[in-house]
């Protein structure tokens, strides 16, 4: 039996989780300039929970407040926040909610996950290390690419932004 599997068996594990943001990050990296350069930046607003039932039934949540993003150029995070773009005054929240995963490995799992962002919903299957902490939390780990314009992000000043997206979480749950 891989770890994940043990972890998620093991009776203590049951229950409910709660993210600990100020151990966890959520960063995002986009093509520019027609794929010349890279925009980075992060969301630095955010929560989240999770639930384990069992080692087959694992549930959660995180929102992440869209204004917060951050690429440490502010006049960019202002265009960004505007309605071409995320529309943080009509869609002040970004949403990843997970209803269901599977250990795929001996330290990941693979998860059922939905984005929402715009007030559009798509499936995001994430595959996600997992890393239980000395002090009994647990930090779990992804990288995904989005395709933006999916979720009707589309801004787009003369072809410069490129479609996809990638985004990298590492999130500590803590059991309440």
Known sequence: ???VATFLSNPKAVGSWSLDPGQSSIRF??????GALKVRGAFTDFAGSGEIKDAKTVSGRVDIKAA???????TRDHDLRRSNFFDTDHYPDITVVVTGGEPAGADSVRLDAELTVKGITGPLPLDVEVTPLEDGGVRLTTETTVTRKQF?????????????????????????
């Open 29 to 34: 990296e986009n093509g520019t300039m027609w």
């Open 68 to 74: 917060s993003i951050n690429t440490g150029l502010g």
């Open 1 to 3: 039996m891989s770890s």
């Open 152 to 176: 009707a992000v589309e801004g787009n000043f003369l072809g410069m932004v490129g479609n996809r997206t990638k985004l990298k979480a590492s999130l500590v749950f803590r059991q309440d």
